[in-house]
């Protein structure tokens, strides 16, 4: 390990206008000939062709630059992007940061796909459409639900589409006024209780107990006749597998609530587990995280909501089905929760997830899980032996990880007075993407949640935890150096704590000016 | 330049390793001394003064005279005023009362303070919530929800707050108890009021943090929950402290903070009552109790709230009662654990279980009180 070298890293700095501001009247990128007259010629005036309501009132503002301009206005922005391409993204943990294969970008910008009208005929369209049905047999068969529908938009509308799909069925059961309330727990994502929440169900949250999860006697004590159902990510933010988790669902069942399994951890479970065994009516994947498709910053996500029999239902339509002919696009369902995306949600995400999954194959898809969990446990072990004031709750209790942790760096602050978001800026000095310390509520104090993937190598888990090594000996022996960081970025370091106040927050020009009226 | 508080109370914590209990009072200091008790709090002021060493060029000290703080200022060489002279050698509450008030005055931003819970009771009567507070933990009695965790953590947090500029802060409640009682094996408590205490930019808070959201929207969300949620013809008694008293401030009623007060069809029926008479409201029936656990311990009855005494809760039951707290709150409370001592084993017994504490509206966290 003494070999692995820190980079002499900094990040590029262009100090680049905006592209508005880069505008020079009468610059073009493309001159083309002026044919207005030869196509007038054939086509008649144009403005008989337009509906009156479609046309501009004014030009559209664009800039107006050259080629090159333009393409070096892009090369420095993409410069100033630390993205997951470029750097080694371990930090990022509960986004199951991997690979995403170049060769599935040839497939979403292809024209045979690119090119698709949304309202184009299904006779013309049997190929985009046998994707998306094989697809959702992959999924019932990764799942062992009965149905599976690709519209949510991302992971939080897929957790959404699930409480839709829970409140419809105990309202067809004439249960909606009695079934009230939802369990989940506080180290499952904050959308399992904010997405019931939208729908108006109470959500009642568990503690962990010394086992890292929940006790039974917990969750028996909570459950009642008012319980719709239980919202439960397996494994928790913390890579801790709930190994009692038939017996939770157990419970609920009992008590006549269903069991919504959150995947999104799921990078630690392909081919060893599925939500079916663990005993839920409802999951979703992100197919923009573990099935490889990039984030991209808020879309383009798909959260796959894959349902039992009793509640195909209530999915959101347009559904895809084949009648053994045919693939046609069904619309038809008065039992669905109805539209929830337009057309058919994010087929690019499904693309390269289908991708994915077919170039790999069922033993494939087992590897990269164990391959993810080998990761994870190769460097929990380096991060806890070797990295000064770095600790892992529960770990007495649950020694073991699946494919995430979360660390806390307490004992670092107790020791130095340095943090984890102080760590966290210096970490950037050294060509790593700021990590990701934990979703809310921070019970764990000091966090910080890596996953490394099976995109990572060994060497890149090396690296990674050589910084780290650093920037923890720094804080034993120079503090004042990590409070102060970052030294590498453009921007130094920035008292920021306005963006956890949302009346404070503006991330526009115009919702500053709402608040500053005098700017 | 900051201008930074600093209150040591000498004696405080003298009374702790001679099993007396705490140190209120000048023969419970002369019988401290007596069996060989040394002065405590000045090494754990020192510990967590460590922290704003490296900070003393942005920094400057207002203190008190010798032992409450002008002696470590000098021994650790950070630059300080002293703003109040105390008369004697043996110092008081008045004292710390005084040096407070001197501190205020001077403009100071945050009294940092080196006692336990009566140090924290008399500056609570000097400066109530005026200025941010934050207490290191140096006395025997450390029930109030104004310090940090250990001497370490408030020397970090104080050092954080100079480098950072602005802070928010949030009421917690000064609790002490009466020594005389405990001596004798009895628990009893009484609220004395509410101090602000800053929450740490940087999670530094009990390093923990709730989330985006603030509290006061949690508050105005567990209070329009419980407006919803009211019953007629139930009596509630809503215990003391700010978080309960949200279903009042919400339903425009008055209410004494430190107090029990009783509300029934949306009207106050009582204000400030005694065990005596809010166990004739108990007797009644139908009677649902509303309150919130004291910041970083836990405790739901049995601190500070008296009134709700043994007979009380045993007439009321645990299903009737709604434990309420903004999340952060709870994130401060070790273990996450809540606690109920009435004076009664056989009630306290009864009070134990799973409470879903409502922390914002509709939002439940599910606690257990052992």
């Known amino acids: 390990m003494s070999d692995t070298k820190l980079r002499n890293f900094h990040e590029a700095q262009w100090d680049e206008d905006l592209i508005f501001e880069q505008s020079v009247p009468g610059s073009r990128s493309l001159l083309v000939p002026d044919v207005s007259k030869e196509a007038g010629a054939v086509t008649g005036a144009l403005s008989g062709l337009m509906p009156a309501g479609l046309k501009r009132k004014e030009k559209p503002a664009l800039p107006e630059l050259a080629q090159p301009q333009v393409l070096r206005h892009y090369l420095r922005l993409s410069q100033e992007t630390i993205g997951q391409d470029i750097n080694i993204d371990i930090g990022l943990g509960t986004c199951t940061m991997k690979y995403s294969p170049k060769i599935n970008e040839q497939f979403v910008r292809s024209p045979k796909f690119t090119e698709m009208h949304p309202y184009q005929d299904d006779d013309t369209a049997q190929g985009i459409l046998k994707i998306i049905y094989d697809f959702e047999q992959i999924m019932k068969e990764i799942s062992g639900l009965d149905a599976v529908s690709f519209q949510p938009g991302g992971g939080g509308q897929g957790i959404y589409a699930n409480a839709a799909v829970l409140k419809k069925y105990f309202e067809d059961r004439g249960e909606a006024e009695q079934r009230t309330q939802i369990i989940t727990t506080i180290l499952s994502h904050p959308l399992d209780s904010a997405a019931p929440a939208m729908k108006g169900f109470e959500v009642i949250s568990l503690f962990p107990d010394e086992n890292g999860y929940p006790s039974l006697e917990n969750l028996k004590a909570v459950v009642s006749e008012k319980t719709a159902g239980i919202f439960i990510t397996n494994p928790e933010d913390t890579g801790v597998f709930n190994p009692i988790i038939r017996e939770f669902v157990d419970v609920v069942h009992q008590a006549g609530g269903l069991c919504v399994c959150d995947m999104a951890d799921y990078n630690g479970l392909f081919g060893l587990v599925r939500a079916k065994e663990l005993g839920a009516d409802m999951c979703h994947f992100n197919l923009h995280k573990a099935f490889s498709s990039p984030h991209a910053c808020m879309g383009p996500g798909c959260g796959a909501q894959c349902v039992s029999a009793e509640l195909e239902k209530y999915l959101p339509r347009p559904r895809v089905r084949f009648d053994g002919k045919r693939y046609y696009t069904d619309y038809d369902g008065p039992a669905s929760v109805g539209k929830i995306r337009q057309f058919h949600g994010t087929l690019s995400a499904v693309i390269r997830a289908y991708a994915w999954v077919m170039s790999l194959g069922k033993d494939g898809l087992q590897t990269v899980a164990e391959t993810a969990i080998l990761n994870n446990n190769y460097m929990m072990k380096r991060m806890l032996n070797e990295v000064k004031g770095v600790s892992m709750s529960w770990a007495e209790k649950a020694p073991h990880r699946l494919e995430q942790v979360r660390y806390s760096f307490e004992k670092l602050y107790k020791d130095t007075g340095v943090s984890a978001e102080d760590v966290n800026r210096h970490l950037v000095d050294f060509g790593f993407q700021r990590f990701f310390a934990s979703h809310h509520p921070l019970i764990v104090p000091e966090p910080f949640t890596p996953e490394p993937t099976e995109s990572y190598s060994k060497a890149d888990i090396d690296e990674y935890i050589t910084a780290l090594k650093k920037i923890s000996d720094e804080a034993y022996s120079t503090p004042e150096v990590v409070i102060n960081a970052p030294y590498k970025a453009p921007i130094s370091k920035l008292e920021c704590d306005h963006i956890k106040d949302y009346t404070e927050l503006a991330v526009t020009w115009r919702s500053y000016k709402k608040q500053h009226p005098d700017a | ?370």
């Open chain 2, 1 to 370: 330049m900051r201008k930074l508080g600093l209150i040591v109370n000498p004696i405080a914590g003298m009374g702790g390793k001679v099993a007396l209990k705490g140190t209120d009072g000048a023969d419970v200091l002369a019988a401290a001394r007596a069996r060989g008790a040394h002065p405590e709090s000045g090494h754990k002021a020192a510990r967590a003064l460590r922290a704003l060493v490296p900070l003393r060029a942005e920094l400057e000290v207002l203190t008190a005279s010798g032992g409450m703080g002008q002696t470590l200022c000098e021994q650790m060489d950070l630059p300080h005023r002293v703003v109040y002279h105390a008369a004697g050698e043996d110092t008081g509450p008045g004292d710390t009362e005084g040096a407070a008030r001197a501190m205020v005055a001077a403009g100071a931003e945050l009294i940092l303070f080196a006692g336990g819970d009566g140090t924290a009771r008399n500056l609570c009567q000097a400066v109530g919530e005026t200025v941010p507070v934050l207490g290191i933990p140096a006395g025997v009695k450390i029930q109030s929800a104004v310090f940090a965790l250990d001497p370490e953590t408030a020397g970090q947090i104080a050092a954080a707050l100079v480098r950072a500029g602005d802070f928010t802060c949030s009421p917690r409640e000064v609790v002490d108890l009466d020594e005389d009682a405990y001596r004798t094996g009895r628990v009893s408590a009484t609220l004395y009021g509410m101090m602000r205490v800053p929450n740490c930019p940087q999670q530094l808070q009990s390093m923990k943090q709730s989330g985006f959201t603030r509290e006061a929207d949690q508050m105005a969300g567990i209070a329009g929950y419980l407006e919803e949620h009211l019953e007629p013809g139930v009596t509630y008694a809503v215990g003391s402290g700010s978080t309960a008293k949200c279903i009042l401030q919400r339903l425009g009623l008055p209410y004494e903070l430190l107090g029990v007060d009783i509300l029934r069809d949306g009207a106050l029926l009582a204000k400030d009552v005694t065990e005596e008479q809010l166990w004739s409201y108990a007797r009644e029936g139908d009677m649902k109790i509303i309150v919130s656990p004291i910041g970083g311990q836990g405790f739901i009855f049995g601190r500070g709230n008296h009134q709700f005494s043994a007979r009380v809760l045993r007439a009321v039951g645990k299903e009737n009662i709604a434990v309420i707290a903004p999340e952060s709150k709870i994130l401060s409370i070790a273990g996450y654990q809540l606690h109920a001592d009435c004076g009664d084993p056989e009630v306290n017994e009864s009070l134990r279980g799973y409470y879903n504490v409502l922390c914002g509206y509709g939002y439940f966290l599910s606690l257990c009180c052992k």
